[in-house]
C-alpha cells in the first residue's frame, strides 16, 4: 500500500469529498486509526497537554514532537502522517523552520508538518515548500500565542473576518496544501471554504469546512471531564479503562488471577 499524498487531499477538494483527521501521539494508536482508514493523521502538539502533562502546547520540543512522530509513522502504512512544528522551532524565520521541518522529515519520516500563523508565517511556509516539504497552515485561533491571546473564537467582527480572510489567502498563496480553521464562526469558515482551492480542516469551525479534526483523546473520552463544546465524544474510554483497572486490581488482591488457564507448570 502506499501512503495517502497531497494530490489525493487536492483530489477530494476537487470532487468535494469530505475527509476526517485525528491526532496521534504513538505507534499503537496510531495504527487502529490507520486500520480504520484515517487517511491524514497529526502529531499535534496537543500532545503538550494530552499526553505529556503540560498546561499548553508551549513547553514541548522539536525533540519531543520529533520522538513521538517516528512512532507514529512505525505505527502506520497508509495515512499521510503530518507533524506539528513547535512553539520556537519555526518563529525566527524561514531558515530555522526549515531546519526543524527537515528534522522531522528525515528523522521521523513524517509527510508534511504543518505551522501556526497566517500572514505572519507565509516566508517560512514559502520555504518549505520550495524546499520540497508540504506544509498545512493553521489560523484561527493558534494554541501556541495562548499568552497573547488566550482561547477564544476567533474572526468575529468586521475587522478580525477580513484579518482570517488575508491569512487564508496568504497560506494558500504560500504554497501550503490544507489549512486548519480553529475556532472560527461556521459561516466564516464556510465563506474561507469557498474561496480557497486547497481543503479547509475545521475544528471548532462549523461543518461547512472540507476536512474535520479532533483530539482523539477528547474524541474517545480519554480526556477527564465534559469534551469541550467544539468537540464529540464518541466512546468513553476513560470510563471504560477505569472499569478495567478496578477489576485487574480487584482480581489480584481476592486472588482471581492469575487463573489456571494463565498459568504455565
Ligand atoms: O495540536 C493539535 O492537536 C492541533 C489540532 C487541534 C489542529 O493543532
Ligand atoms: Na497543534
Redesign the pocket.
Given at each position: 500500500t502506499r501512503r495517502v499524498t497531497v494530490h489525493d487531499i487536492a483530489r477530494a477538494k476537487a470532487r468535494g469529498e469530505k475527509w476526517p483527521m485525528l491526532?496521534a501521539y504513538d505507534a499503537m494508536t496510531a495504527s487502529v486509526f490507520d486500520e480504520a482508514g484515517i487517511p491524514v493523521l497529526?502529531v499535534?502538539?496537543?500532545?503538550g497537554n494530552c499526553h505529556l502533562g503540560y498546561d499548553t502546547?508551549v513547553p514541548v520540543t522539536l525533540d519531543e514532537m520529533a520522538m513521538l512522530s517516528a512512532a507514529v509513522v512505525r505505527g502506520t502504512s497508509r495515512a499521510m502522517i503530518v507533524a506539528?512544528l513547535t512553539f520556537g522551532s519555526y518563529q525566527e524565520g524561514p531558515v530555522q523552520a526549515l531546519r526543524s521541518a527537515t528534522r522531522l522529515v528525515k528523522e521521523a519520516g513524517v509527510g508534511a508538518v504543518?505551522l501556526e500563523g497566517g500572514e505572519r508565517s507565509h516566508e517560512q511556509i514559502r520555504m518549505l515548500v520550495e524546499a520540497g516539504i508540504p506544509v498545512m497552515a493553521?489560523i484561527g485561533l493558534t494554541?501556541q500565542s495562548v499568552n497573547a491571546m488566550g482561547y477564544r473564537v476567533q474572526g468575529r467582527g468586521e475587522e478580525a473576518a477580513q484579518q482570517l480572510l488575508r491569512d487564508a489567502k496568504a497560506v494558500q498563496d504560500a504554497g501550503a496544501f490544507a489549512v486548519?480553521l480553529?475556532a472560527v464562526p461556521a459561516e466564516l469558515a464556510a465563506e474561507v471554504t469557498g474561496m480557497l482551492q486547497i481543503p479547509t480542516?475545521g475544528?471548532g469551525a462549523g461543518a461547512g469546512t472540507d476536512a474535520q479534526?479532533l483530539?482523539w483523546t477528547d474524541a474517545f473520552g480519554l480526556t477527564p471531564g465534559k469534551a469541550p463544546r467544539f468537540s464529540k465524544k464518541y466512546t468513553d474510554l476513560r470510563a471504560i479503562m477505569t472499569a478495567a483497572t478496578k477489576e485487574f486490581a480487584d482480581e489480584v488482591v481476592g486472588g482471581a488471577f492469575p487463573a489456571e488457564e494463565h498459568t504455565f507448570h
Open positions: 491526532t497529526l499535534g502538539d496537543s500532545m502546547t506539528d504543518k493553521h494554541p486548519v480553529e480542516v475544528i479534526v483530539v
